[in-house]
């Protein structure tokens, strides 16, 4: 598959979006329910990084014709 700049905009928006949440909830004191909100979008990005390093793999391995 091929990515391009697109899962960069996509991470960043995650990112962004996070953010704004985690802000606006410490704000309202209510920093525990921040926390788990930062890690759901730690979770949400290493689920696409994770899928891609596994494509990488698999690439590698068709490349120098392993296994």
């Known amino acids: 598959m091929n990515y391009g700049i697109d899962i960069i905009f996509k991470i960043?928006?995650?990112g962004i979006?996070?953010?704004v949440v985690c802000q606006?909830?410490?704000k309202s004191?209510?920093?525990d329910i921040a926390t788990l909100v930062s890690?759901?979008?730690l979770v949400i990005v290493l689920t696409l990084?994770?899928?891609m390093i596994g494509e990488l793999f698999t690439s590698l391995k068709d490349i120098f014709q392993l296994y």
């Open 12 to 14: 960043a928006a995650i």
């Open 17 to 19: 979006i996070v953010t």
């Open 24 to 26: 606006l909830l410490k």
């Open 29 to 31: 004191e209510r920093d």
């Open 39 to 41: 890690i759901a979008g």
């Open 49 to 51: 990084v994770i899928s």
